[in-house]
C-alpha cells in the first residue's frame, strides 16, 4: 500500500493476554489539518476506544493503542499511543483466528474499490457465533452501530477514512463500513505449533 502526501494509515493494536499475540484493525485516512502523527495517534485512539470500549471487549483482550504511520512533507512519520486497556466483558472467547470482517464501501465500483478490515476476536464470544460461524443478530447490530460511530467521528475530528491503493492512485473516500454477519478467517492469527 502506497501512503500519498497528506494520508495515513491508522492501526488499532490488541493483545491476547493469556499468549502476548498481537493482532491489528487497520484503516487510511486524510490528514484535513496536517497534524503529526503523535497527534493524530492520540486523536484516532480517543476516538476508537469512545466506541469500541473497555465495557464492549472480552476480558482475555487488551487494546495496547493506535500506530500511526503518515506522510507529511515527503516524509513518512510514526507514533503510536500506549493505552494498554483490558476489555471487562467476562465471557468465553472465540478462536484467535476467528474475525469480524467489515467491507468499506466506496462510490466507486470494481476491485480495486473495496476495501475491508478486520476486528479482532475481542468482541466476541463462543456464545456470539453459531456452529455455522454465522454472527448473531444482536452482536452484529452493536458492531454496527460502533462502525457507523467510528466513522461519523473520523470525519468529526477532521480524520476522514479513505481507502489507500497499492499504486500511485489517490485514495478513495469511505462512505460506509458494512459488519459481515459470518466470521472470516485469519491463518496469520492462529500459530499453530
Not at 469480524?100 to 457465533?129: H, I
Request: glycine fraction near 8%; proline fraction near 5%.
Amino acid at each position: 500500500m502506497v501512503i500519498p502526501e497528506g494520508f495515513g494509515e491508522g492501526i488499532a493494536v490488541y493483545e491476547y493476554i493469556d499468549t502476548g499475540e498481537r493482532m491489528t484493525t487497520s484503516f487510511g485516512f486524510h490528514n484535513v489539518p496536517t497534524e503529526d502523527a503523535t497527534t493524530n495517534s492520540i486523536n484516532l485512539s480517543v476516538s476508537w476506544r469512545s466506541f469500541f470500549t473497555a465495557a464492549t471487549t472480552l476480558d482475555s483482550y487488551r487494546f495496547v493503542g493506535m500506530y500511526v504511520i503518515e506522510m507529511i512533507g515527503g516524509v513518512l512519520q510514526s507514533a503510536q499511543t500506549a493505552d494498554n486497556t483490558d476489555g471487562t466483558v467476562n465471557a468465553e472467547p472465540v478462536s484467535p483466528a476467528v474475525a469480524v470482517g467489515v467491507k468499506k464501501q466506496t462510490s466507486y465500483a470494481g476491485k480495486k474499490y473495496r476495501g475491508r478490515m478486520y476486528l479482532p476476536p475481542a468482541f466476541l464470544s463462543e456464545a456470539n457465533v453459531n456452529g455455522a460461524g454465522v454472527i448473531d443478530g444482536a452482536t452484529i447490530t452493536g458492531l454496527q452501530s460502533r462502525c457507523d460511530d467510528f466513522l461519523a467521528d473520523m470525519n468529526s475530528i477532521d480524520l476522514p477514512m479513505y481507502l489507500l491503493h497499492s499504486d500511485a492512485t489517490t485514495p478513495t473516500p469511505v462512505n460506509d463500513l458494512i459488519v459481515r454477519d459470518n466470521v472470516r478467517t485469519q491463518r496469520r492469527r492462529q500459530h499453530l505449533r
